[in-house]
């Protein structure tokens, strides 16, 4: 298992977090001597943050720090855990005194962590157990909900389900360090990664609503997501295929995608395509084939918009079919801004 997942971007950090964040970049000498000022409830909260932050990246670090009026652009990113709090703590508290306060936080941590496990899809968290030891398989399983045991055995298979259960059974008490080492690792790797595959899946479902959008919708509510998300429309939109943009395939690529769609599709989609776009269709194709569709575009007359609309998102998908085929490429508009 790696040891630390990044915080995503879009964390906001309590009052507790951005005192862990200070505390870690002053160092223990520094962090120490400070942290004697503070009430022990306050140390305590600063404690159970720097145990479970994790790995912060530096330009959430220098946002924090901002507010501290410091800054810190030669600091990287900054690391905690449960032994960089004991360490910290170390520095001014007796050695039982920092096990006592790092144990409460610790138990009072571990409930919400087994409960979050037992509440994932079976599926979830299979994927991950498949890749662990037995011992370890064992060790989780024996912590989470029954019902969610149940559900996660018979997928990893008869005999090794056989092998893990005998584990169980003759599992001894582990180390209270080992264990905190496992909730640490799990936090890490299993409840952050599935917070960041939930935002995967919801940017994946927005392309695609946004891909069927009319123009002028979607670029109202793309304004009003650049004041407040403008990282998260980005990359949305970096993974955005509209129709407008098949006028960057070349003529040989582009009748590849005509030719996927039939009956009135075509004429359809140019019907209410702006100019530009539509005059770049017109040209990848022979003359003849050309006029006949032109012929098919003025037969039709006025179309409503939602049915030159969904035409369009018929072409886009099969734009999209031909490029995961590999018959067609398709360009990142991005890869152009960085030509020279």
Same mark, same amino acid.
């Given at each position: 298992?790696?040891?630390?997942?990044?915080?995503?971007?879009?964390?906001?950090?309590?009052?507790?977090?951005?005192?862990?964040?200070?505390?870690?970049?002053?160092?223990?000498?520094?962090?120490?001597?400070?942290?004697?000022? %503070?009430?022990?409830?306050?140390?305590?909260? *600063?404690?159970?943050? !720097?145990? $479970? =932050?994790? &790995?912060?990246?530096? /330009?959430? @670090?220098?946002?924090?720090?901002?507010?501290?009026?410091?800054?810190?652009?030669?600091?990287?990113?900054?690391?905690?855990?449960?032994?960089?709090?004991?360490?910290?703590?170390?520095?001014?508290?007796?050695?039982?005194?920092?096990?006592?306060?790092?144990?409460?936080?610790?138990?009072?941590?571990?409930?919400?962590?087994?409960?979050?496990?037992?509440?994932?899809?079976?599926?979830?968290?299979?994927?991950?157990?498949?890749?662990?030891?037995?011992?370890?398989?064992?060790?989780?399983?024996?912590?989470?909900?029954?019902?969610?045991?149940?559900?996660?055995?018979?997928? %990893?298979?008869?005999?090794?389900?056989?092998? *893990?259960?005998?584990? !169980?059974? $003759? =599992?001894? &008490?582990?180390?209270? /360090?080992? @264990?905190?080492?496992?909730?640490?690792?799990?936090?890490?790797?299993?409840?952050?990664?599935?917070?960041?595959?939930?935002?995967?899946?919801?940017?994946?479902?927005?392309?695609?609503?946004?891909?069927?959008?009319?123009?002028?919708?979607?670029?109202?509510?793309?304004?009003?997501?650049?004041?407040?998300?403008?990282?998260?429309?980005?990359?949305?939109?970096?993974?955005?295929?509209?129709?407008?943009?098949?006028?960057?395939?070349?003529?040989?690529?582009?009748?590849?995608?005509?030719?996927?769609?039939?009956?009135?599709?075509?004429?359809?989609?140019?019907?209410?395509?702006?100019?530009?776009?539509?005059?770049?269709?017109?040209?990848?194709?022979?003359?003849?084939?050309?006029?006949?569709?032109? /012929?098919?575009?003025?037969?039709?007359?006025?179309?409503?918009?939602?049915?030159?609309?969904?035409?369009?998102?018929?072409?886009?998908?099969?734009?999209?079919?031909?490029?995961?085929?590999?018959?067609?490429?398709?360009?990142?508009?991005?890869?152009?801004?960085?030509?020279?």
């Amino acid at each position: 298992m790696t040891h630390f997942v990044p915080l995503p971007r879009i964390r906001r950090f309590t009052g507790a977090e951005k005192s862990a964040i200070l505390f870690l970049c002053l160092g223990e000498e520094r962090g120490g001597t400070l942290m004697q000022q %503070l009430e022990e409830s306050e140390i305590r909260k *600063i404690t159970r943050a !720097i145990s $479970t =932050m994790g &790995e912060v990246q530096s /330009e959430l @670090v220098e946002e924090v720090m901002d507010e501290f009026g410091v800054k810190l652009s030669d600091y990287g990113g900054i690391i905690g855990s449960v032994r960089t709090a004991r360490s910290l703590l170390g520095s001014f508290l007796p050695e039982d005194r920092v096990e006592e306060i790092l144990a409460e936080i610790q138990d009072s941590a571990t409930g919400d962590l087994w409960d979050d496990l037992s509440k994932l899809d079976e599926k979830v968290l299979t994927q991950f157990l498949r890749k662990e030891r037995d011992q370890t398989v064992a060790v989780i399983l024996s912590r989470l909900d029954p019902n969610a045991t149940a559900k996660v055995l018979p997928l %990893l298979g008869r005999q090794r389900s056989v092998q *893990i259960v005998e584990r !169980i059974l $003759t =599992m001894e &008490e582990l180390p209270k /360090e080992s @264990v905190r080492t496992l909730e640490e690792s799990l936090r890490r790797e299993v409840l952050s990664k599935v917070g960041q595959d939930a935002e995967a899946v919801t940017e994946k479902k927005l392309v695609s609503v946004f891909n069927k959008l009319d123009r002028d919708m979607f670029e109202d509510i793309a304004r009003a997501l650049e004041k407040k998300t403008p990282d998260r429309l980005r990359a949305i939109k970096q993974k955005m295929f509209v129709f407008d943009d098949l006028v960057r395939l070349d003529p040989t690529q582009l009748s590849k995608v005509m030719r996927e769609v039939s009956g009135t599709t075509l004429p359809f989609a140019l019907r209410g395509a702006r100019k530009e776009v539509r005059d770049h269709f017109l040209n990848s194709l022979p003359s003849r084939s050309r006029d006949m569709l032109q /012929e098919e575009m003025t037969a039709l007359g006025p179309v409503k918009s939602r049915d030159a609309k969904q035409a369009q998102s018929d072409l886009v998908e099969a734009a999209l079919r031909l490029a995961r085929d590999g018959d067609i490429t398709l360009d990142d508009p991005e890869d152009e801004e960085d030509m020279v």
